[in-house]
């Protein structure tokens, strides 16, 4: 069994919170694309966790962990969340840990890129991407210009370190003469790699292998995605996206068995909207509704603490998102957030130069649109202590399959609060 675990809108939709719960089922659990500009935070009987490069399954003891090629990994960052997790009582070992030897590494010049371009571009146009500064698009640009450093040469560094001046030099030609910053020097790197890629050298091995093989044994694996299909590079808002896909369908290529197919997509989405950083976000709250909203949901990003912009449901974009991710069924998410409202608003279309539409837009044009409200009943009680479907009030049962019927996917989850029990199936 093949199942990947995929986000339906902006990211941030709660899918280290549904792995978390699903893994159960699972032996394997793989992240397959993205680095640490995401995070997941996971409640559990453990405790809370917030999670940016480790998957969700890390938590449950009897779990293997892989991080796929797909995926660009800041090793200093990888070693300080082993070492936080460590802390609170997780166990982390070459045994549930494996890490692909394709896999990229994020550098320190890569973040410091990241950075150096946010800020030229707030000063010069006013609109920055809105990037988490993490290096992420400079890494994935490195990827494909074929400059950079993967885990497997971590297994031979006299090697890597015959690189290392070449890089350097052609990191330079941009940082020192196109934005003026100090030059990266050799032994920087080279002391980069003996600090933290020798902690992580024994869990390196060929994922693609791995991956087979306990697929031939009949294991189940999990395939974890990083943000929503709205950030996706190829179908998202692009430029507001991410640098990596983000769609199911990439997973078994991203974790290294391309010739393996998916059994299973779940397609994650909150029960509103809601999104970090820039980019058009038509179904946005403003004001007093959107503090509202953000505050009961506690909407801050667990990779940078910034404040999500938030909204009501959109049917347009996660229509959209069930769509790119060939979602079989969805996991809503964070329904109890909204337990406070009498009523409670969707956005069912959008409104185009005089005209309404329902299907999700180019972006160029998302910025014209306006969001078309229809208004449902809320139910304006407690929800967080239901466990079974016939626990919910009517209205919160009708309002599921509202958004069931409008998006056209069968809804099989809904989770009613953080902790790992606090959901109900609907079947």
């Given at each position: 069994?093949?199942?990947?675990?995929?986000?339906?809108?902006?990211?941030?939709?709660?899918?280290?919170?549904?792995?978390?719960?699903?893994?159960?089922?699972?032996?394997?659990?793989?992240?397959?694309?993205?680095?640490?500009?995401?995070?997941?935070?996971?409640?559990?009987?453990?405790?809370e966790?917030?999670?940016?490069?480790?998957?969700?399954?890390?938590?449950?003891?009897?779990?293997?962990?892989?991080?796929g090629?797909?995926?660009?990994?800041?090793?200093?960052?990888?070693?300080?969340?082993?070492?936080?997790?460590?802390?609170?009582?997780?166990?982390?070992?070459p045994?549930?840990?494996?890490?692909?030897?394709?896999?990229?590494?994020?550098?320190?010049?890569?973040?410091?890129?990241?950075?150096?371009?946010?800020?030229?571009?707030?000063?010069?146009?006013?609109?920055?991407?809105?990037?988490?500064?993490?290096?992420?698009?400079?890494?994935?640009a490195?990827?494909?210009?074929?400059?950079?450093?993967?885990?497997?040469?971590?297994?031979?560094?006299?090697?890597m370190?015959?690189?290392?001046?070449?890089?350097?030099?052609?990191?330079?030609?941009?940082?020192?003469?196109?934005?003026?910053?100090?030059?990266?020097?050799?032994?920087?790197i080279?002391a980069?790699?003996?600090e933290?890629?020798?902690?992580?050298?024994?869990?390196?091995?060929?994922?693609?292998?791995?991956?087979?093989?306990?697929?031939?044994?009949?294991?189940?694996?999990?395939?974890?995605?990083?943000?929503g299909?709205?950030?996706?590079?190829?179908?998202?808002?692009?430029?507001?996206?991410?640098?990596?896909?983000?769609?199911?369908?990439?997973?078994?290529?991203?974790?290294?068995?391309?010739?393996?197919?998916?059994?299973?997509?779940?397609?994650?989405?909150?029960?509103?909207?809601?999104?970090?950083?820039?980019?058009?976000?038509?179904?946005?709250?403003?004001?007093?509704?959107?503090?509202?909203?953000?505050?009961?949901?506690h909407?801050?990003?667990?990779?940078?603490?910034?404040?999500?912009?938030?909204?009501?449901f959109?049917?347009?974009?996660?229509?959209?998102g069930?769509?790119?991710?060939?979602?079989?069924?969805?996991?809503?998410?964070?329904?109890?957030?909204?337990?406070?409202?009498?009523?409670?608003?969707?956005?069912?279309?959008?409104?185009?130069?005089?005209?309404?539409?329902?299907?999700?837009?180019?972006?160029?044009?998302?910025?014209?649109?306006?969001?078309?409200?229809?208004?449902?009943?809320?139910?304006?009680?407690?929800?967080?202590?239901?466990?079974?479907?016939?626990?919910?009030?009517?209205?919160?049962?009708?309002?599921?399959?509202?958004?069931?019927?409008?998006?056209?996917?069968?809804?099989?989850?809904?989770?009613?609060?953080?902790?790992?029990?606090?959901?109900?199936?609907?079947?």
């Amino acid at each position: 069994m093949l199942t990947s675990i995929c986000g339906i809108n902006w990211g941030d939709e709660g899918k280290g919170r549904m792995v978390d719960l699903l893994s159960s089922d699972y032996d394997v659990v793989c992240r397959y694309q993205g680095g640490n500009n995401a995070g997941h935070t996971v409640i559990n009987d453990k405790g809370e966790f917030i999670l940016n490069l480790l998957p969700s399954g890390i938590l449950r003891d009897d779990v293997v962990n892989v991080l796929g090629p797909g995926m660009v990994i800041d090793i200093k960052h990888l070693c300080n969340e082993m070492d936080r997790l460590r802390a609170g009582g997780i166990v982390i070992t070459p045994d549930n840990l494996k890490i692909s030897d394709k896999a990229i590494i994020t550098m320190p010049y890569h973040v410091q890129l990241d950075c150096l371009e946010e800020e030229r571009l707030s000063k010069k146009t006013g609109k920055p991407y809105g990037s988490t500064r993490r290096g992420i698009a400079p890494v994935y640009a490195d990827k494909y210009m074929k400059k950079v450093f993967r885990m497997g040469e971590l297994l031979k560094p006299e090697l890597m370190y015959e690189r290392i001046h070449d890089i350097v030099e052609w990191k330079n030609l941009t940082i020192v003469n196109g934005y003026g910053a100090e030059p990266v020097k050799d032994e920087d790197i080279v002391a980069y790699f003996e600090e933290y890629g020798k902690k992580l050298k024994d869990y390196v091995i060929d994922t693609g292998l791995y991956l087979n093989a306990q697929h031939k044994a009949g294991k189940k694996i999990m395939f974890e995605a990083q943000l929503g299909a709205l950030r996706d590079i190829d179908f998202g808002i692009v430029p507001y996206t991410s640098s990596s896909s983000t769609i199911a369908a990439y997973a078994p290529i991203g974790a290294g068995v391309p010739n393996l197919k998916l059994d299973n997509s779940i397609g994650i989405m909150k029960a509103y909207s809601s999104c970090v950083g820039a980019g058009p976000f038509t179904c946005e709250y403003f004001g007093e509704k959107a503090h509202k909203l953000r505050e009961a949901g506690h909407e801050y990003g667990a990779a940078t603490g910034r404040p999500r912009r938030v909204g009501p449901f959109d049917v347009v974009a996660s229509r959209y998102g069930i769509r790119c991710q060939g979602a079989d069924e969805i996991a809503l998410t964070k329904l109890d957030v909204l337990d406070g409202y009498e009523e409670i608003e969707v956005c069912t279309a959008y409104k185009l130069r005089g005209e309404i539409i329902h299907e999700f837009p180019f972006t160029d044009v998302l910025d014209e649109c306006e969001p078309v409200f229809e208004t449902v009943k809320g139910w304006n009680c407690d929800i967080s202590g239901c466990r079974k479907k016939e626990d919910l009030p009517k209205e919160a049962l009708d309002y599921i399959k509202y958004l069931e019927k409008a998006c056209e996917c069968h809804i099989k989850y809904v989770s009613v609060g953080p902790e790992r029990d606090a959901y109900i199936i609907m079947d």
